[in-house]
């Protein structure tokens, strides 16, 4: 179904066929858009940023290109199309038709998974308010500020789903959304690595790297769901969300890059004097963000999980295409816990594994870049390998919590993790470094900043040099 661009709120789902349901999405608006200018990207309400804006939800509709000023960005709410087929995939309700409404068994888990998605929408936007003043490139920065209005109608996406079948709760719940701020101490953001600083761009390429990826794999499980209105605002999520790993992919690549040509040229490992970022350095904020990322996974071993999923609340990663019976109830999963302080290899239920079968999915998506990555490294002759840490390294949730754990996954004492962790985690003296890389927005069309190489193409087939943000 095509976009309707003639209402306030652009939509795909018929919204001026439900008044009700209209006025009060109406009454949010303004409200998200006060949050938007508040919490946003700051100092930016007057850009024109060349942005794609979605104008329907099929394959020819959905990267429209041209200038915007942000606070006109057409959020709205955009399902991908209805299979009037489909049945729920998994658990034990496979077979049945796909829920048009929420079963009431299922409301509280459904809406619970619903606003902890999209809490991580508006967080991202608020962690990366800052960036834009120290850009490397007007190409970067315009890709940031796409990544800012697309969480925004993420968070859209949600905020529908909240209004459109949760009732009064669902409306408090979209209030909320609005309220708590990462960081913030007395209404933080729900998952913890919404609430870490993204203070520079080597962290923001890491974040869109893993913690967007996090993203994908949620958004993806969540695609598989019984509740087929969540099953389609996920899907076309996760078209928008591809752009978001590429900018990590592609950002991370490209300093890694000019690293590489700087130690080459100059025959040097010491490229922090040439000011660019040094390899160990560029390994230690992954190691930080990746593992930060493992967290939001959730335990190895989870009753919610297999609850979710024999309920037909949220299912495997690509469900549909795996050969299985779907139901789990028999299976059993290999996966790493700990067990009187080591790591140890075991099989478990499968459908107590779910959380740990997605994270393993996940770490195998995130080898991909790295393998990227260490071809320019090897391609420069230099002799070094960026790696992912073990999972059990400098974990918070799950089973690792409680142990020491090298990133080679080595299990530890304290005090040996301790004397260890400045080669493993940034230090205070890196984020200094990498802050003091840090100069002011390089605004000049076709211009980078020293630290970073230039991309291999520009976005919708514009050159480096297209003059991708006008500042008035
Ligand atoms: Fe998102
Ligand atoms: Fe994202």
């Known amino acids: 179904m095509a976009i309707d661009y003639t209402q306030r709120i652009p939509n795909n789902v018929d919204l001026a066929g439900d ?27 007057n850009f024109d940023v060349y942005l794609r804006t979605a104008i329907s939800a099929d394959a020819n509709g959905w990267a429209n290109f041209g200038y915007v000023k942000m606070p006109d960005y057409r959020w709205g709410i955009f399902l991908a199309g209805r299979d009037p087929n489909r049945q729920i995939a998994f658990g034990d309700n496979k077979g049945k038709p796909a829920w048009q409404e929420v079963p009431g068994e299922l409301r509280s888990t459904l809406r619970r998974l ?3 998605q999209g809490d991580t929408e508006p967080a991202s936007v608020e962690q990366q308010r800052q960036l834009g003043k120290t850009a490397p ?61 993204t203070p520079d761009w080597l962290s923001f390429f890491m974040f869109t790297y893993f913690t967007d990826r996090d993203g994908k794999y949620q958004l993806a499980s969540l695609a598989e769901s019984g509740f087929d209105p969540l099953s389609r605002s996920c899907r076309f999520m996760l078209i928008e969300e591809a752009h978001h790993m590429f900018v990590g992919e592609s950002g991370v690549g490209r300093i890694v890059q000019r690293t590489c040509e700087l130690m080459k040229e100059h025959k040097t490992d010491d490229v922090r004097s040439l000011g660019a970022i040094d390899l160990p350095t560029i390994q230690r904020y992954l190691n930080f963000h990746c593992s930060v ?105 799950g089973a690792f919590a409680d142990l020491h754990v090298s990133p080679d996954g080595k299990v530890m004492s304290e005090a040996d993790w301790k004397a260890g962790e400045g080669t493993w985690l940034p230090t205070a003296e890196d984020r200094a470094f990498v802050t003091s890389l840090m100069g002011p927005a390089v605004i000049e069309p076709g211009k980078f900043a020293n630290w970073i190489a230039p991309p291999q193409r520009g976005i919708n087939n514009q050159p480096a040099t297209f003059e991708y943000v006008r500042f008035n």
């Open 114 to 116: 619903i606003v902890t």
């Open 293 to 397: 990322s493992l967290d939001l996974f959730g335990q190895e071993a989870s009753t919610n999980a297999a609850n979710y999923y024999t309920m037909g609340v949220k299912g495997r990663y690509l469900e549909t295409r795996l050969s299985d019976d779907h139901l789990l109830t028999n299976a059993t999963y290999d996966i790493d816990t700990a067990e009187a302080g080591r790591i140890v290899r075991k099989a478990v239920p499968a459908l107590s594994a779910l959380n740990e079968r997605l994270r393993q999915d996940y770490l195998e998506d995130c080898a991909k870049g790295l393998l990227r990555w260490n071809k320019t490294i090897e391609q420069a002759g230099i002799d070094f390998e960026l790696k992912l840490p073990h999972r059990a390294f400098n974990r918070r949730i």
């Open 19 to 45: 008044r009700r349901l209209q006025r009060a999405l109406e009454n949010w608006q303004p409200r998200f858009l006060d949050w938007w200018k508040e919490m946003g990207p700051d100092g930016t309400t």
């Open 137 to 197: 490139s007007l190409y970067d920065l315009r890709n940031v500020f796409q990544v800012n209005v697309e969480e925004g109608r993420h968070l859209w996406a949600m905020v529908y789903l909240l209004h459109a079948y949760f009732g009064r709760d669902g409306r408090e719940e979209a209030e909320a959304l609005l309220e708590r701020h990462s960081g913030d101490p007395d209404k933080p953001r729900i998952l913890g690595a919404f609430n870490e600083k």
